[in-house]
């Protein structure tokens, strides 16, 4: 028997991915124009280094900061504008087939592996936090978590009924699982970095 299909039209989500993505794009042109800067004047730091921890110039100018050949601040500047158009599709009343959701959690399924190995990245090997890459990792994990419980709980990806009710309850508590989220990279930054102590 086919899987019923509810949700399909989330306003909330078609909301909330609309300001992640504007949010998103905002941190991703932020860093694209100091990637310029320090391109255009070399030994120069970035507007955004505030201490030898929070910075952004170490991560621009490393090998993670360019890791497909080019600043990664460019797939923000073009994977963002995603979510913005998928969220107002749907405020504006748009239904999507199945394939296309699964295409979409797949790019946010990649921008979330990619974040978490950026965090990786950022605290074990650079020792630094971007603050511009934060407002990125900040709008990625909910949306991240946000797609993949409305596919769930809507039937878009077919699971038992009660794994359906599971994704619908927690979608209420999307909120809290971000908090949580960042409490657990702000906990193992400071105890990596101490990035507390050098503000």
Known sequence: ??????????????????IAGAIGWVAAFALTLE??????NPGSSASCDFSVVV??????????????GFPNPLL?????VAPMVVGAAVLAGARFSRWFWLLFWAGIAFAFGFVLWLISQSI???GTLCPWCMVTWVVTIPTFYAVS?????SGIVPVPQPLRDVAGTLMGWLPVLAVVSYA????????RLDWIGTL
């Open 149 to 153: 419980l409305h596919l769930l709980r």
């Open 1 to 18: 028997m086919p899987t019923r299909l509810t949700h399909t039209r989330p306003t909330a989500l078609g909301v909330w991915l609309m």
């Open 124 to 126: 074990f090997v650079l």
């Open 35 to 40: 990637k310029f800067h320090l391109l255009q």
């Open 76 to 80: 923000g500047l073009t994977g963002w």
């Open 184 to 191: 657990i990279v702000a906990l193992v930054a400071q105890l």
């Open 55 to 68: 910075q952004c110039g170490a991560n621009l100018t490393s090998d993670q900061g360019s890791v497909f």
